[in-house]
């Protein structure tokens, strides 16, 4: 591969795994819910003490599907199967997105310790898992192909997003208390959406094609 190639796919892994990560940190879950919750009870300082959970607990996790689906690379159905699999899960992300109304806390009393629980929010939680086995594992993989500064790119940019964009809430509920409601997080939020579409999209393609169905 050529450098201008290279940069090019550097850079379009970095987009994707930026779009990937900014729609998961904006997506209502347990651990945007916790981020809130820890804003609003306490100050903004905890909120992104909780944010920050996800560099504290997610490596593991890529670890672990990056080993399985290495493991599986032979057996193309399976990785077919894998990657329809995370195309169904971007199109429920993503229609969840364009369907949002807002997010409804309801909030608790509770002794300042933001980072524990959102560390255990995030291990507890079944969507980095899914993520990971189903989308994010199988992207790096495709970008490894390229590179190995592509899929750091890819891996870079989902969690620079990720977790800024959790941050980036959490000061802006702690100026803004109406904000979670606000027309302005309902158009990102359905601009995401659209986005997630388009990626599942492409997910479908390339399950089929690892199936040999296209």
Do not use: C
């Amino acid at each position: 591969m050529n450098s201008e190639g290279g940069s090019i796919a550097i850079m379009n892994y970095l987009i994707t795994g930026g779009i990937l990560g900014l729609s998961a940190g904006f997506s209502p879950g347990p651990l945007l819910a916790l981020v809130i919750s820890e804003t609003l009870r306490y100050d903004i300082k905890a909120g992104v003490t909780v944010a920050l959970a996800p560099i504290l607990t997610d490596l593991p996790i890529i670890f672990l599907s990056l080993f399985i689906l290495a493991k599986l690379s032979s057996f193309h159905t399976v990785l077919g199967v894998i990657s329809l699999l995370g195309g169904f899960l971007l199109l429920h992300m993503g229609y969840e997105s364009i369907r949002i109304k807002g997010v409804a806390l309801s909030l608790q009393p509770d002794p300042p310790e933001s980072l524990k629980r959102g560390i255990l929010v995030n291990v507890l939680s079944p969507y980095p898992y899914l993520f990971w086995i189903s989308v994010g594992a199988p992207t790096t993989l495709k970008a490894l192909n390229q590179s190995a500064v592509a899929a750091l790119s890819f891996i870079l940019g989902f969690y620079i997003l990720l977790v800024g964009s959790k941050i980036f809430l959490a000061i802006l509920v702690g100026k803004s208390r109406s904000f979670l409601t606000d027309k302005l997080y309902l158009v990102i939020m359905r601009i995401l959406g659209a986005a997630l579409l388009v990626f599942a999209v492409f997910l479908f393609r390339d399950g089929l094609k690892a199936m040999k169905l296209l």
